[in-house]
């Protein structure tokens, strides 16, 4: 059974920083590009990052790029996201998302003073 279980999320101020996980199991993860979507309340999906599925190529959204890193461990199947210098505008539940769009349940972040 395919599993994405994103963690890491919670409750930050405004310039502060998280770090996400996505530990993956059921397929080969090392065979699967990855992404990082984000859904703020109200709104719809916004796609946040995307990594090759050997980890040699990345981008980013506008709205995240030069504060957001992404990255993946192909030995223990995870999946991260380093968010700095938060902005409540990044207030948002967060999901891994396989390249076929395949997507876990999700971690809230929630930026705020």
């Known amino acids: 059974e395919v599993q994405l279980e994103e963690s890491g999320g919670g409750l930050v101020q405004p310039g502060g920083s998280l770090r996400l996980s996505c530990a993956a199991s059921g397929f080969t993860f090392s065979s699967y590009a990855m992404k990082w979507v984000r859904q703020a309340p109200g709104k719809g999906l916004e796609w946040v990052s995307i990594?090759?599925?050997?980890?040699?190529?990345?981008s980013y959204a506008g709205s995240v790029k030069g504060r957001f890193i992404i990255s993946r461990d192909n030995v223990k199947n995870t999946l991260y996201l380093q968010m700095n210098s938060l902005k409540p505008e990044d207030t948002a539940v967060y999901y891994c998302q396989r390249s076929d769009g395949y997507r876990g349940q999700g971690t809230q972040v929630t930026v705020s003073s």
């Open positions: 990594i090759s599925s050997g980890g040699g190529t990345r």
